[in-house]
């Protein structure tokens, strides 16, 4: 056995003696505002807790109007894992953090038939071209890093995770600010590759003097599904931001958003050929963890260049193996598959 497959092996026994509450990163609690600390006003704000997350959970506003929000909130007590008070500034005021057991969450609304985010969710690449005051610029960790974080905030409401490029000597080789800002797919698509993301979206953003917005979108679905453009024109930044993560949701929760099965097999395994280094190994734990229906991954062999791995699922076998094929990084073979 070579080296780097001896390599596999003790980072696969380590990882499976720590306990598994160590490879699951803690939610981030769900913040509202309370008037007080009085019981009568933390109900009703854990009503508005429950709101937030479901969405959070699902990618869709719209669950909040469903007579199942109004059960839940109803109940949100029984769902409760944790809260506490934060004091804001004089506009936020009191704020109630609250954390969910997101388990029994995605239990309820999956036995209610409601699709919702795989965990970890799918993870989206953004680019992000700006014209201001006469300057143009792709968005890097010095310039408009509060655009980001806006971005960011208004993504995580909806339950979708981002990844902003390093922005470093190869991304700006790679790619230019009219590749950008022109919408074209194929360099975008080509400088995403070295980031580990299911999609990837590129925004054009003009703003005027006054402060209004005209932006122009390309969204890389990813899994085989075509590409998309829109326009978005608004007087804030934030409401051009907000349009954007709702469309972006729209789109991708017909592919990665999905209903978990209680009857369908709940274990699957696989060979994988062509995992001859431990970051190989790591990659291909990313990106089936990454797979909605997948719960669990665990390496259960490993011989030369060859692993078995076992899936946990909560969905139809077939419909992982529909995913897989859709994607193309693994191909199948006579025995299993190879990792591309």
Do not use: N
Request: net charge negative.
């Amino acid at each position: 056995m070579s080296f780097a497959l001896r390599a596999i092996c003790l980072a696969i026994l380590l990882c499976g003696l720590l306990p598994a509450a160590l490879a699951q990163p803690v939610p981030e609690p769900v913040t509202v505002p309370v008037a007080d600390d009085s019981e009568s006003a933390r109900d009703r704000a854990l009503g508005r807790a429950m709101d937030a997350m479901l969405v959070r959970l699902t990618g869709d506003p719209a669950i909040i109007e469903r007579g199942l929000a109004e059960r839940l909130r109803a109940s949100a007590g029984r769902y409760l894992a944790s809260f506490s008070y934060r004091t804001g500034d004089d506009e936020t005021g009191l704020q109630l953090a609250v954390r969910f057991d997101q388990s029994l969450l995605r239990g309820a609304l999956g036995e209610a038939g409601v699709a919702i985010w795989p965990e970890p969710p799918a993870t989206v690449i953004v680019w992000l071209a700006v014209e201001r005051a006469g300057q143009r610029f792709l968005v890097d960790g010095e310039q408009a890093t509060a655009l980001r974080e806006r971005l960011r905030e208004a993504a995580g409401s909806s339950g979708l995770s981002l990844l902003f490029p390093l922005m470093d000597l190869q991304d700006r080789r790679d790619l230019g600010y009219a590749d950008v800002a022109g919408g074209f797919a194929d360099p975008v698509r080509a400088a995403s590759a070295r980031y580990d993301g299911e999609a990837v979206l590129a925004g054009r953003l003009q703003v005027s003097d006054d402060g209004a917005v005209a932006a122009r979108w390309l969204l890389l679905p990813g899994d085989g599904e075509p590409v998309a453009r829109w326009q978005t024109d608004a007087d804030a930044m934030s409401d051009v931001l907000e349009s954007a993560v709702a469309v972006l949701a729209d789109r991708l929760r017909p592919i990665y958003a999905y209903v978990p099965d209680p009857e369908a097999g709940r274990r699957m395994t696989m060979t994988v050929d062509g995992i001859d280094a431990l970051a190989e190994h790591d990659r291909l734990q990313g990106y089936l963890e990454s797979l909605p229906g997948v719960e669990r991954v665990l390496t259960s062999a490993v011989s030369d260049a060859q692993v078995r791995i076992d899936l946990a699922v909560s969905v139809d076998e077939a419909r992982i193996r529909e995913s897989l094929t859709r994607d193309g990084r693994l191909r199948e073979t006579d025995d299993g598959y190879r990792w591309r």
